[in-house]
């Protein structure tokens, strides 16, 4: 990118929101703290956090609904600091997607467009193109409580997306529907925004909800951004404890760093007899505390010790199964004092007889790069 102070004629290649510093106190209490956040056009991009930890307010604030105590936001290139919710090009479906149960659904679908003061024959063919769009077509004269709850759900991103927005905030929409059917609305946006091509900005609470359809996800944890990455890398190369924890399962092991060098690092971990080593870029300092973070289906669990060369092995014994389904995790004690260690292993027959059962002796092995050694 050059950067010579002229601006692009249209802003094509730029970002779609910039956030910087991004700051949002109630009184004494720190909501939203000095966020930085860049988001391009078409993203499909998702804040994802423990309930509390200022999702909501930060989209408040990009929608306008909320005043930022300090920081700026601009979308499209402009700043936002002096325009009002209804003069952003932006809309938002709220955490609970408050529909007028007194109107078709027709009328709810233009209902934001009937404000603005659009022509009645626009505001029916714009209203009916959203509906179809979430596939609702024909279903215009019913009213909402002759809805399901995920037809519903389609009623309120149509009335989003009819005002035909550069960015759509999602705030926890699919969260008050049953398991089978978030799944089914999962790709269901995810089409969406491929067919309207416009930004979305989806909140969720829900990692699995996040990682299938995020093009990038920022975690958040008490008011701060821990971490920006596509799905695959925040999994694999999570920059934190919390991320790791957040993000799917983990094992962590809490260690000395003995040696770091040439891409490879030695942990000396209490409790575990022979050191532990890892492969890794980003080397920790000589003698400071790291942490080995592994997941659950990165670790072999087998009988006997593992035959090949250059593993990581510590032997343990089963303490307790769970059964997923299409996997089983085995949580083993490897030490006295250590948490139990969760390995988890396909089924890939049906489980008549468990490889392993209570009380069983295992060896648990894993190659040197297939985790990562965290510093904080
Ligand atoms: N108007 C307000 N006045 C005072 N505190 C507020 C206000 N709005 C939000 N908060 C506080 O700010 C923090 C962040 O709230 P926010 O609604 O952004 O969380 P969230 O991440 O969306 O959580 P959830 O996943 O539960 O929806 C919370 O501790 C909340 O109590
Ligand atoms: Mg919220």
Sequence with gaps: MSSSGTAPAANSGSPIIEVSGLCKRFGSFSAVENIDLTIGRGEFFALLGPS???????????????????????????????????????????????????????DNVGYG????????DEIRRRAEEALELVKLGGFGARRPDQLSGGQRQRVALARALVKRPKVLLLDEPLSALDAKLREAMRLELVNLQETVGIT???????????????????????????????????????????????IGSVNLLEGRVEAASGGRIRLACPGIATPIEMEQD????????????????????????????????????????????????????????LPLMKVSSANL?????????????????????????LDR
């Design 200 to 246: 979305f900005v989806i909140v969720t609470h829900d990692q699995s909800e996040a990682l299938s359809m995020a093009t990038r996800i920022a975690v958040m944890n008490q008011g701060t951004v821990q971490q920006i990455a596509p799905p695959a890398e925040l999994y694999e190369f999570p920059a934190s404890r919390f991320v790791a924890d957040f």
């Design 52 to 106: 509390g930890c200022g999702k909501t307010t930060l989209l408040r604030m990009l929608a306008g609904l909320e005043l930022p105590s300090d920081g700026t936001i601009r979308i499209d290139g402009q700043d936002m600091s002096f325009v009002p919710a209804n003069k952003r090009p932006i809309n938002m479906v709220f955490q609970s997607y408050a529909v007028f149960p007194h109107m078709s659904v027709l």
């Design 113 to 120: 467009l009937r404000i603005d003061g659009v022509p009645g």
């Design 282 to 337: 980003r080397l920790p300092a000589v003698g400071s505390t790291g942490w080995v973070a592994l997941r659950p289906e990165k670790i072999d669990i087998t009988k006997e010790p593992p035959v090949e060369a250059g593993m990581n092995t510590v032997s343990g014994k089963v303490e307790e199964i769970t059964y997923l389904g299409e996997t089983s995790v085995y949580h083993v004690r490897i030490a006295p004092d």
């Design 349 to 373: 027959d049906r489980v008549t007889r468990r490889a392993f059962t209570w009380e069983d002796p295992v060896h648990l092995s894993w190659t040197s790069s297939c985790g990562v050694v």
